[in-house]
């Protein structure tokens, strides 16, 4: 099994849908949690960083943390064409790891 | 946006010669990465710095070495090019080896 799976879509929405974009992963010793937004030809940007179960949000985005499902998700409320893009969950072990963990990207293309 | 800059943005060159990428960071992080993204295998680490002098590998160093002579920058060398490291190479920088990311724009190299 790999460390973190992430379904790599494509997802087409219409404008103002909620989204779901979803990883699993593996080892329960990850304790922080990252997602980030790559555009076409660009570098990947930091959305969410959390490290507690739960949810924390920010703005129209909202990243939730199961820890015991191992399982973590980013809402996006109120859909728009500019979040089109590819979302990577990436996770990190903590206790001083350098390593992150990334999900392969789920490609969102959300339609006016 | 954090502070980083990659250059060059765009390279082809041709199997066998020595090419040097360069990161440069304004933000004064001690923490500075390579990583390499390929279709189907995602973001995956190359190596990465923990101070000025202070390198390691990452997960895919195999034909590939760094050096840090300067907080601010930070230089991956392909010591002789393969069509194999054709890629999108990423700069990150971190303050700490737990925190969060933050990418640069990236550069886009072919190898013929």
């Known amino acids: 099994q790999k460390e973190v799976e992430q379904d790599p879509g494509p997802l087409s929405v219409p404008e103002g849908a909620i989204v779901s974009l979803n990883c699993t992963y593996s080892?329960?010793?990850?304790?922080?949690f990252m997602w980030y937004r790559q555009y076409s030809r660009k570098g990947p940007e930091l959305l969410m960083y959390?490290?507690?179960?739960g949810n924390k949000e920010d703005g129209r985005f909202t990243a939730q943390v199961d820890k015991s499902s191992k399982y973590i998700s980013l809402f996006i409320r109120d859909s728009q064409p500019s979040d089109s893009a590819t979302y990577l969950c990436?996770?990190?072990?903590?206790?001083?790891?350098?390593?992150?963990?990334f999900g392969k990207g789920t490609k969102l293309s959300v339609i006016p | 946006d954090a502070g980083i800059t990659q250059s060059p943005r765009h390279k082809v060159t041709e199997t066998g010669t020595p090419v040097t990428l360069r990161c440069h960071q304004t933000e004064n992080h001690r923490y500075m990465y390579w990583y390499r993204q390929d279709p189907g295998h995602g973001l995956r680490l190359i190596h990465y710095?923990?101070?000025?002098?202070?390198?390691d590998k990452g997960e895919v160093s195999d034909g590939y070495s760094v050096s840090r002579s300067k907080t601010e920058d930070f230089l991956l060398t392909l010591e002789s090019a393969t069509s194999s490291q054709t890629s999108v190479y990423f700069c990150?920088?971190?303050?700490?080896?737990?925190?969060?990311?933050?990418f640069g724009p990236g550069t886009r190299l072919t190898v013929t």
């Open positions: 990436a996770i990190n072990s903590g206790a001083g790891s350098y390593q992150l963990t």
């Open positions: 959390t490290y507690s179960s």
């Open positions: 710095s923990y101070g000025v002098k202070d390198t």
């Open positions: 990150a920088i971190s303050a700490g080896p737990s925190y969060e990311q933050y």
């Open positions: 080892n329960s010793a990850f304790q922080y």
